[in-house]
Protein backbone atom coordinates (compact mmCIF):
# COMPACT_ATOMS: atom_id res chain seq x y z
CA UNK A 1 0.00 0.00 0.00
CA UNK A 2 1.10 3.70 -0.64
CA UNK A 3 2.24 4.83 2.45
CA UNK A 4 0.50 8.39 3.33
CA UNK A 5 3.26 9.38 6.27
CA UNK A 6 5.40 11.42 3.87
CA UNK A 7 2.84 13.24 2.67
CA UNK A 8 1.31 14.20 5.89
CA UNK A 9 4.90 15.19 6.78
CA UNK A 10 5.43 16.92 4.17
CA UNK A 11 2.21 18.78 3.67
CA UNK A 12 0.93 18.94 7.58
CA UNK A 13 -1.75 21.51 8.44
CA UNK A 14 -2.94 21.74 4.87
CA UNK A 15 -3.31 18.34 4.56
CA UNK A 16 -7.03 18.28 5.16
CA UNK A 17 -8.06 14.61 4.88
CA UNK A 18 -11.93 15.51 4.51
CA UNK A 19 -13.48 12.68 4.14
CA UNK A 20 -16.94 11.61 6.25
CA UNK A 21 -19.77 12.95 6.03
CA UNK A 22 -21.66 16.23 4.64
CA UNK A 23 -25.45 16.19 3.54
CA UNK A 24 -27.41 19.16 4.38
CA UNK A 25 -29.91 21.23 2.52
CA UNK A 26 -31.66 24.78 2.85
CA UNK A 27 -31.26 28.06 0.80
CA UNK A 28 -31.58 26.85 -2.50
CA UNK A 29 -29.57 28.90 -5.38
CA UNK A 30 -30.61 30.27 -8.28
CA UNK A 31 -29.38 27.64 -10.18
CA UNK A 32 -32.03 25.32 -8.23
CA UNK A 33 -35.40 26.43 -10.08
CA UNK A 34 -38.31 24.51 -9.89
CA UNK A 35 -38.82 24.12 -13.38
CA UNK A 36 -36.37 21.40 -13.34
CA UNK A 37 -37.82 19.37 -10.95
CA UNK A 38 -37.25 15.63 -11.55
CA UNK A 39 -38.35 14.60 -8.23
CA UNK A 40 -41.95 13.22 -7.52
CA UNK A 41 -43.29 11.31 -4.45
CA UNK A 42 -42.39 8.17 -6.72
CA UNK A 43 -39.28 9.17 -6.36
CA UNK A 44 -36.53 6.47 -6.41
CA UNK A 45 -33.68 7.04 -3.86
CA UNK A 46 -30.19 5.67 -3.20
CA UNK A 47 -28.32 6.54 -0.13
CA UNK A 48 -24.34 6.68 -0.17
CA UNK A 49 -22.91 7.26 3.20
CA UNK A 50 -19.08 8.48 3.89
CA UNK A 51 -15.79 7.60 5.68
CA UNK A 52 -16.20 6.76 9.33
CA UNK A 53 -19.93 6.57 8.94
CA UNK A 54 -22.76 3.75 7.51
CA UNK A 55 -25.77 3.11 6.45
CA UNK A 56 -27.28 3.87 9.71
CA UNK A 57 -26.18 7.47 9.34
CA UNK A 58 -29.53 8.23 6.85
CA UNK A 59 -32.19 6.93 8.89
CA UNK A 60 -34.11 9.89 9.90
CA UNK A 61 -33.85 11.01 6.19
CA UNK A 62 -34.97 7.53 4.43
CA UNK A 63 -37.84 7.92 6.80
CA UNK A 64 -38.48 11.62 5.69
CA UNK A 65 -38.54 10.64 2.15
CA UNK A 66 -40.54 7.60 2.97
CA UNK A 67 -42.99 9.50 4.32
CA UNK A 68 -43.81 11.41 0.87
CA UNK A 69 -44.33 8.70 -1.13
CA UNK A 70 -40.64 7.84 -2.02
CA UNK A 71 -39.02 4.79 -2.30
CA UNK A 72 -35.69 4.43 -0.16
CA UNK A 73 -32.29 2.35 -0.28
CA UNK A 74 -28.94 3.00 1.92
CA UNK A 75 -26.25 1.07 1.05
CA UNK A 76 -23.25 -0.26 3.73
CA UNK A 77 -20.11 0.09 2.34
CA UNK A 78 -17.58 -2.99 2.63
CA UNK A 79 -16.00 -2.23 6.14
CA UNK A 80 -18.50 -0.12 7.14
CA UNK A 81 -21.03 -0.07 9.76
CA UNK A 82 -22.18 -3.41 10.51
CA UNK A 83 -20.49 -5.00 7.43
CA UNK A 84 -17.75 -7.27 8.31
CA UNK A 85 -15.62 -7.75 4.77
CA UNK A 86 -12.16 -8.30 5.73
CA UNK A 87 -10.06 -4.66 5.83
CA UNK A 88 -7.67 -5.98 2.64
CA UNK A 89 -10.81 -6.05 0.72
CA UNK A 90 -12.61 -2.77 1.24
CA UNK A 91 -11.33 -1.18 -1.89
CA UNK A 92 -13.01 1.69 -4.12
CA UNK A 93 -13.58 -1.08 -6.71
CA UNK A 94 -15.39 -3.09 -4.05
CA UNK A 95 -17.60 -0.04 -2.73
CA UNK A 96 -18.40 0.64 -6.19
CA UNK A 97 -19.56 -2.88 -7.24
CA UNK A 98 -21.75 -2.78 -3.60
CA UNK A 99 -23.28 0.56 -4.88
CA UNK A 100 -23.89 -1.00 -8.20
CA UNK A 101 -25.54 -3.63 -6.99
CA UNK A 102 -28.00 -1.63 -5.09
CA UNK A 103 -28.81 0.66 -8.62
CA UNK A 104 -29.63 -3.02 -9.82
CA UNK A 105 -31.82 -3.66 -7.16
CA UNK A 106 -34.00 -0.65 -7.06
CA UNK A 107 -36.89 1.06 -9.10
CA UNK A 108 -34.90 3.04 -12.11
CA UNK A 109 -34.02 6.03 -12.84
CA UNK A 110 -32.52 6.25 -9.48
CA UNK A 111 -31.62 9.19 -7.65
CA UNK A 112 -28.05 8.33 -6.53
CA UNK A 113 -27.05 10.34 -3.12
CA UNK A 114 -23.61 10.99 -1.87
CA UNK A 115 -21.97 12.11 1.11
CA UNK A 116 -18.23 13.28 1.35
CA UNK A 117 -16.30 10.15 0.86
CA UNK A 118 -19.53 8.78 -0.94
CA UNK A 119 -19.23 11.57 -3.40
CA UNK A 120 -16.02 9.46 -5.00
CA UNK A 121 -18.38 6.20 -5.08
CA UNK A 122 -21.28 7.44 -6.93
CA UNK A 123 -18.59 8.98 -9.45
CA UNK A 124 -17.93 5.68 -10.37
CA UNK A 125 -21.27 4.22 -10.15
CA UNK A 126 -22.13 7.10 -12.61
CA UNK A 127 -19.49 6.82 -15.26
CA UNK A 128 -20.65 2.66 -15.46
CA UNK A 129 -24.27 2.67 -14.77
CA UNK A 130 -25.17 6.12 -16.30
CA UNK A 131 -28.23 5.12 -18.02
CA UNK A 132 -29.96 4.02 -14.86
CA UNK A 133 -29.71 7.28 -13.05
CA UNK A 134 -32.60 9.97 -12.88
CA UNK A 135 -29.12 12.10 -10.89
CA UNK A 136 -26.63 12.00 -8.95
CA UNK A 137 -27.00 14.61 -5.96
CA UNK A 138 -23.30 15.51 -3.83
CA UNK A 139 -24.42 16.60 -0.38
CA UNK A 140 -20.40 18.25 0.98
CA UNK A 141 -19.27 15.25 -0.89
CA UNK A 142 -16.04 14.81 -2.68
CA UNK A 143 -16.46 15.84 -6.37
CA UNK A 144 -13.29 14.56 -8.23
CA UNK A 145 -12.15 15.42 -12.05
CA UNK A 146 -11.02 11.81 -14.16
CA UNK A 147 -8.25 10.73 -12.35
CA UNK A 148 -8.27 12.48 -8.76
CA UNK A 149 -8.05 10.59 -5.93
CA UNK A 150 -10.02 11.67 -2.58
CA UNK A 151 -6.10 12.31 -1.00
CA UNK A 152 -6.04 14.78 -4.13
CA UNK A 153 -8.96 16.71 -3.29
CA UNK A 154 -8.27 16.93 0.73
CA UNK A 155 -4.66 17.76 -0.03
CA UNK A 156 -6.48 21.06 -0.80
CA UNK A 157 -8.54 21.94 1.81
CA UNK A 158 -6.44 23.86 4.13
CA UNK A 159 -9.40 25.05 6.17
CA UNK A 160 -10.40 21.51 7.15
CA UNK A 161 -10.36 20.80 10.61
CA UNK A 162 -10.04 16.81 9.39
CA UNK A 163 -6.66 17.09 8.92
CA UNK A 164 -5.14 17.98 12.34
CA UNK A 165 -6.57 15.41 13.77
CA UNK A 166 -6.37 12.29 11.41
CA UNK A 167 -4.29 9.39 12.88
CA UNK A 168 -2.44 7.59 10.33
CA UNK A 169 -1.47 3.58 11.03
CA UNK A 170 0.28 2.57 7.94
CA UNK A 171 0.69 -0.91 9.76
CA UNK A 172 -3.02 -1.80 9.91
CA UNK A 173 -3.89 0.59 6.81
CA UNK A 174 -6.44 2.53 8.79
CA UNK A 175 -7.36 6.39 8.91
CA UNK A 176 -8.25 6.97 12.95
CA UNK A 177 -9.56 10.04 14.67
CA UNK A 178 -9.42 10.43 18.53
CA UNK A 179 -13.13 10.43 19.91
CA UNK A 180 -12.13 13.93 21.43
CA UNK A 181 -12.38 15.08 17.69
CA UNK A 182 -15.31 13.81 16.55
CA UNK A 183 -17.82 16.50 17.22
CA UNK A 184 -15.70 19.33 15.85
CA UNK A 185 -14.88 17.42 12.79
CA UNK A 186 -18.49 15.81 11.58
CA UNK A 187 -21.37 17.18 13.94
CA UNK A 188 -20.35 20.79 15.35
CA UNK A 189 -24.02 22.05 15.72
CA UNK A 190 -25.37 18.53 16.84
CA UNK A 191 -27.07 17.87 19.98
CA UNK A 192 -25.02 15.90 22.93
CA UNK A 193 -27.73 12.99 21.54
CA UNK A 194 -26.70 13.13 18.15
CA UNK A 195 -22.67 13.68 18.85
CA UNK A 196 -23.58 10.29 20.72
CA UNK A 197 -24.28 8.43 17.62
CA UNK A 198 -21.43 9.49 15.54
CA UNK A 199 -19.44 8.69 18.94
CA UNK A 200 -21.08 4.91 19.24
CA UNK A 201 -20.75 4.09 15.55
CA UNK A 202 -17.50 5.06 14.95
CA UNK A 203 -15.52 2.63 13.30
CA UNK A 204 -11.83 3.45 12.10
CA UNK A 205 -11.54 3.63 7.98
CA UNK A 206 -9.55 1.88 5.54
CA UNK A 207 -7.03 3.64 3.98
CA UNK A 208 -6.74 2.50 0.43
CA UNK A 209 -9.48 4.27 -0.88
CA UNK A 210 -8.30 7.65 -0.37
CA UNK A 211 -5.70 6.73 -2.38
CA UNK A 212 -7.38 5.52 -5.28
CA UNK A 213 -7.97 7.61 -8.47
CA UNK A 214 -11.54 7.74 -10.08
CA UNK A 215 -11.66 7.62 -13.74
CA UNK A 216 -14.35 9.24 -15.20
CA UNK A 217 -15.47 10.04 -19.22
CA UNK A 218 -17.29 12.84 -20.71
CA UNK A 219 -19.99 9.75 -22.32
CA UNK A 220 -19.77 8.03 -18.70
CA UNK A 221 -19.85 10.31 -15.58
CA UNK A 222 -20.23 13.43 -17.49
CA UNK A 223 -23.65 12.75 -19.26
CA UNK A 224 -25.68 12.59 -15.67
CA UNK A 225 -27.32 15.57 -14.52
CA UNK A 226 -25.83 15.91 -11.12
CA UNK A 227 -26.77 18.32 -8.10
CA UNK A 228 -24.61 19.90 -5.47
CA UNK A 229 -26.02 20.51 -1.73
CA UNK A 230 -23.07 22.50 0.05
CA UNK A 231 -22.65 22.89 3.72
CA UNK A 232 -22.04 25.82 4.12
CA UNK A 233 -19.83 25.06 8.33
CA UNK A 234 -18.73 22.08 7.08
CA UNK A 235 -15.27 21.36 9.21
CA UNK A 236 -14.50 18.14 7.44
CA UNK A 237 -15.00 19.39 3.55
CA UNK A 238 -14.71 23.10 3.94
CA UNK A 239 -17.47 25.10 1.64
CA UNK A 240 -14.13 26.48 -0.31
CA UNK A 241 -13.48 22.89 -1.25
CA UNK A 242 -16.48 22.04 -2.11
CA UNK A 243 -16.68 25.25 -4.19
CA UNK A 244 -13.42 24.68 -5.86
CA UNK A 245 -14.56 21.42 -6.91
CA UNK A 246 -18.03 22.26 -8.57
CA UNK A 247 -16.22 24.95 -10.56
CA UNK A 248 -15.31 23.53 -13.57
CA UNK A 249 -18.05 20.83 -13.56
CA UNK A 250 -21.78 21.81 -15.12
CA UNK A 251 -24.10 21.12 -12.24
CA UNK A 252 -28.20 21.42 -13.03
CA UNK A 253 -28.80 23.03 -9.64
CA UNK A 254 -27.36 23.78 -5.84
CA UNK A 255 -27.97 24.36 -2.57
CA UNK A 256 -26.69 25.44 0.21
CA UNK A 257 -27.25 24.85 3.95
CA UNK A 258 -25.61 26.09 7.21
CA UNK A 259 -24.73 23.59 8.69
CA UNK A 260 -21.67 21.01 9.81
CA UNK A 261 -20.81 18.01 8.05
CA UNK A 262 -23.95 15.64 9.03
CA UNK A 263 -26.86 17.80 8.64
CA UNK A 264 -28.65 14.06 7.88
CA UNK A 265 -27.64 13.85 11.79
CA UNK A 266 -28.65 17.53 12.83
CA UNK A 267 -31.15 18.86 10.38
CA UNK A 268 -32.93 15.70 8.70
CA UNK A 269 -36.00 17.26 8.15
CA UNK A 270 -33.77 20.36 6.17
CA UNK A 271 -31.97 17.44 3.91
CA UNK A 272 -34.95 16.12 3.22
CA UNK A 273 -36.71 19.24 1.63
CA UNK A 274 -33.78 19.87 0.14
CA UNK A 275 -33.34 16.58 -2.06
CA UNK A 276 -37.12 16.73 -2.89
CA UNK A 277 -36.75 20.42 -4.29
CA UNK A 278 -33.65 19.52 -6.57
Same mark, same amino acid.
Given at each position: ????????? *??????? =?????????????????????????????????????????????????????????????????????????? !???????? *??????????? *???????????????????????????????????????????????????????????????????????????? =????????????????????????????????????????????? !?????????????????? *? !?????????????????????????????
Amino acid at each position: MKSLKPFLL *VTSRPVA =FAFAFAFAVATASAGCGTDDKTVTPHSSYLLVHGAWMGAWCWDDVAAGLRAHGATVATVELPAHGSDQTPLPDA !TLDAYIAT *VRAAVAAAPQP *VILVGHSMGGMVVTGVAELDGPKLAKVIYLGAYLPQDGQSLFDLASMDAASHLGPALQVDQVDGLAKLPAEDLQDV =FIADGTPAEVAQVVSHYRDEPLLPFVTPIHTTAAGWGAVPKAYIY !TQDDHAVSLALQQTMTAG *V !TIAATATIPTSHAPFLSNPALVVSTLEAM
